[in-house]
């Protein structure tokens, strides 16, 4: 994760993300360091059959068996590879179900090649193929589905290390260890998958649940600061003082003299917030056109207006916009009232990235509210749901 990430406030063991999802379904970006230790995992899986191939070639009983094995390990990871960078599908469970195939295809051909002749199952490679491509699965499948896998490669392991053992060379070492040797790799490296992908998931999850609450909390923000700050001018600081008089007097029910000379003058400050906001709140002051035959504009809601006039005021600054193009219709139908920002720009696209955050603002304040590219301009239809009283 970033540095500039929110810090987390979901408790990772309070959280459980939905069933059947993979860390890569939330966090996309993380399949570039994925895919990098797949590569490597799988290079180094190749490289190891071939060479322990080489150095126990007087165990090998079977050269088409063993050349088939390494054919059957290269075309597993082969697969895995191609599904890591399909970016449409991805490693889905089938497909990882095709490359584990192929992978244990590999495995008991290794095994097979050396039978009767075998005389050590630690240096089988096909017993740590599967335990490699267990561990390079986490970040891709679910864990319940390396649990599955692991158990799978398991009892596989388990029957080809018992085959060598009443078919390879006497040895005086007991069968149980034999067996613990040869399913050691894969549960200890499964069981470690299954963790990590149950825990990176886990994470992952609950940083994006921190997100989405840290954008709430950013939009509310933004939100009261548009209806006390830009909403409504210098009244928006007023209501700190005006509305806890008001409730004092409602307690109370008594006016002194005191309070009828500070109601005079919270009066007098009002009435020259009004004032002085008055000049600048035509929202025919910020655009090139102005259409509103209806006159929606003089009793439209005060947190309407506030948020258009963001949106236009972030429209009007930006150097990208094409000048003289900035148009605001408000429309009354027999139902309906609505209205239509239209701005024109060379770059329409990033316009739209550069005020997308506004855009975002007038949803939320709006209720009923989008946007289109259509062409070289941009477009922003809202509802006006509500009018001042």
Known sequence: MSAGTPSRSVPLGSVRAPRGSTALDFDPLAAISARGFLIVVAAVCVAAAVGLTVTTASQVSSWPLAIGSLVALAAGF???IRSAFDFTVGVSSDRYATAFALLAVATVLNSLSSLGSNLLVRDDWGLLTL???????GPFRTSAELGLYTGISTALVTVLSLLHV???PLTAVPIVVIVLVACAPVLALGLGAMGYARVLLGGIYAERLAQAEARDRQFDALRQQFIDDDGVGAIGPLRTEVVPFLARLRMTGELSADDRARAAELTALLQAAVDDARPIDSLGDQVD????????????????????????????????RTPGTLVLELLEGEEDRFGIIRCSSTDVRS???????????MRLMMGTA????????????????RLAN
């Open 78 to 80: 082969g697969w895995f």
């Open 131 to 137: 335990a490699f491509a267990l561990m390079a699965a």
């Open 166 to 168: 009443f078919f390879s």
């Open 289 to 320: 056109v102005f259409i509103d035959e209806a006159g929606l504009s003089l009793r439209m809601h005060e947190d309407d207006r506030a948020t258009i006039r963001a949106v236009l005021r972030e429209l009007q600054q930006s150097p990208r």
């Open 351 to 361: 316009l739209r990235a550069e005020v997308l955050p506004f855009i975002r603002m």
């Open 370 to 385: 989008s946007d289109e590219v259509a062409g070289d301009e941009l477009l922003l239809h809202f509802d006006l749901q």
